[in-house]
């Protein structure tokens, strides 16, 4: 599967179409919603998937497809509620009814006609929508999804399936990935990439658009500008850092066939307040998930390593060398080896990687562990057909 996400350029006509469209399907999900709770508490019925789908059935209003994707949604809910309280989550997170402004987007399941997506694109009760499609579509469409942006920006999103191999090719070599907050990533390669960090760049910007937002009155029309001027500040950070990913993770998978990165504990290191604002900016989680995405589609491969005592073991004769955060040379007096502490904390990952044997191929997103070591191996695979976009 891959999405693709494309801006709509819709009429006045189109515009408030869709908005009324969202509206509809909101009080649909809450009336839905209402009776599920309502049949469980007064009756002790769980309604089902299909309970809910006669329910819709019949509703002019709406598109079917697009009614019964509301449905899905609930019943998606719930799912993801029981499954937390099986993974004993701390945050269950019930379903609860949407508020105005909440539910952002429709969907449409299932194309009719997927061969006139990608040149000419119609969505049910809203018409033929002005679409830049600013790249070509590959592979066959399967689910389409029109969201609003915070901007007030219209997105539509479309699911592909049976996707060609991306062409892209895979270097021969293998590399050790350190994470930091001063270089981005270094590699066992003494390579540095540092990143953009827009959110830091324009933090004073924000601060000044945020006070503006408290300030103004609620549900006036000035408070509504300012929030659409914060989304769209917001929207050019989240940008910058989509563009800097997908660049460097196709530039080391051409470079590199085998790739070996650090499994970091990132939830755990964010409850450092000195620097979560600057483990938020650089997104080490979202680099990863594109890095894995990039290479299964290339046919690369990823390997998860234990990051203990990475930065502390010295890569030239393996004894531990300890220093604290603020010491950047790596100076053993063992061997004499003196370089800098990221490149050998990537030499350690490189160097523990290749001595790793490799276990059977695992898909991605398997959890599991060997000697406190996760490797990941990446290869072509089958997905799900996800019911909405991410986001």
């Not at 089902?48 to 949604?73: H, I």
């Not at 066959?140 to 969201?147: A, D, N, R, V, Y």
């Not at 609003?148 to 270097?171: H, L, Q, R, W």
Request: glycine share 6%; aromatic share 8%; hydrophobic share 30%.
């Amino acid at each position: 599967m891959k999405t693709y996400k494309y801006r709509v350029y819709p009429t006045k006509k189109q515009a408030s179409e869709i908005d009324l469209q969202i509206e509809k399907c909101r009080l649909l999900y809450n009336k839905l919603l209402a009776l599920k709770k309502d049949a469980y508490k007064n009756k002790s019925v769980r309604l089902s998937r299909k309970d809910l789908y006669r329910r819709v059935k019949g509703n002019k209003e709406m598109y079917s497809q697009v009614s019964q994707n509301v449905a899905d949604r609930i019943d998606k809910a719930y799912k993801n509620f029981f499954a937390r309280i099986k993974r004993d989550e701390r945050k269950k997170g019930f379903p609860r009814f949407k508020k105005y402004g909440t539910y952002n987007s429709i969907t449409l399941p299932q194309i009719t006609k997927p061969k006139n997506i990608g040149k000419k694109t119609r969505f049910p009760k809203i018409g033929w929508l002005n679409i830049k499609y600013h790249r070509v579509l590959q592979g066959t469409p399967k689910i389409m999804t029109i969201k609003k942006a915070k901007s007030g920006k219209y997105f539509v999103t479309i699911f592909c399936d049976n996707m060609p191999k991306e062409k892209i090719t895979v270097g021969n070599g293998e590399v050790g990935i350190d994470f930091g907050l001063n270089h981005f990533i270094t590699t066992s390669n003494s390579e540095f990439f540092d990143h953009p960090k827009p959110l830091g760049k324009m933090s004073e910007k924000r601060k000044v658009l945020a006070k503006k937002f408290s300030k103004t009155k609620k549900k006036s029309n000035n408070r509504n500008k300012a929030r659409v001027k914060l989304a769209i500040m917001d929207e050019q950070i989240a940008n910058t850092r989509n563009d800097f990913g997908w660049k460097l993770c196709r530039k080391l998978i051409e470079k590199y066939g085998t790739i070996y990165i650090e499994n970091l504990n990132v939830k755990g290191m964010l409850k450092n307040h000195y620097l979560a604002r600057e483990i938020t900016d650089v997104s080490w989680s979202d680099f990863t998930s594109k890095l894995f995405f990039k290479a299964e589609s290339a046919g690369g491969k990823i390997v998860k390593m234990n990051p203990k005592n990475t930065s502390q073991k010295c890569s030239g004769c393996g004894e531990i060398v300890r220093k604290t955060l603020t010491m950047r040379i790596h100076k053993c007096h063992h061997c004499s080896l003196e370089i800098d502490r990221d490149i050998n904390a990537a030499q350690n990952i490189l160097i523990t990687g290749i001595g790793l044997e490799q276990p059977k191929s695992t898909p991605v997103g398997d959890e599991t562990s060997t000697d406190g070591i996760s490797p990941k191996q990446v290869l072509p695979m089958k997905q799900e057909t996800p019911y909405n976009s991410r986001g």
